[in-house]
């Protein structure tokens, strides 16, 4: 039986991609965002798709383990990125189940998993693309969350050195600090 493999999997950039994995440039925060919604729209059917998965006999055990240490993984309290950390929490929880999906896919026969992503409604293009999507997302997060991080140091460090000069200014003495205090 065959195994279904990354050949399977379009070669070339998925059509619309977001980020290609070849090609750094700049993200669009809207379509990052809508694209978003849309992955999470078909977790049900991820949840179904892995459901059938890990029923079937005919799916390696290396594939149902990648699938249940997702599964694990997205509903476990303990994370790497915990849970309350906006956005970031949850990217890696969709991203641990989309993949394990896409791992037992894989692992399947192909006309197997053929058959479950049709009875589930998706393509082998679907799942490419929402992986895309939550790499695309977390480095877009990411990179605005690094830019604020600076923004509030920048503002920070701007503040203490305007109290510093208006105490400097009103002429108070500040108090030199002799060594081994």
């Known amino acids: 039986m065959a195994r279904a493999s990354r050949t399977q999997a379009p070669a070339a950039p998925v059509e619309g991609e977001i ?3 070849r090609q750094p440039r700049e993200l669009d925060g809207r379509k ?6 849309g992955v999470i729209a078909r977790i049900p059917r991820y949840i179904k798709l892995g459901w059938l998965l890990i029923k079937d006999p ?3 055990r290396g594939g149902k383990a990648a699938l249940g240490g997702g599964l694990a993984y997205a509903l476990s309290p303990i994370d790497p990125i915990p849970g309350f950390i906006p956005v970031l929490g949850q990217l890696d929880d ?3 189940l989309v993949l394990g999906v896409r791992t037992a896919l894989r692992s399947a026969p192909a006309e197997v998993a053929e058959r479950y ?4 409604g998706f393509t082998w293009t679907t799942v490419d693309r929402d992986v895309v999507t939550i ?3 977390t480095i877009w997060v990411t990179r605005g969350g690094v830019a604020l991080v600076g923004r509030l140091g920048r503002g920070l460090l ?4 305007r109290q510093l000069r208006a105490t400097l200014a009103r002429g108070a003495e500040v108090a030199p600090i002799e060594a081994g205090e």
């Open 117 to 120: 992503l049709q009875e589930v």
């Open 32 to 37: 990052v965002v809508v694209r978003l919604v």
């Open 94 to 96: 969709l991203a641990a």
């Open 158 to 161: 701007n503040m203490a050195n």
């Open 19 to 21: 980020l290609s994995p």
């Open 135 to 137: 790499r695309a997302t």
């Open 58 to 60: 005919t799916v390696s």
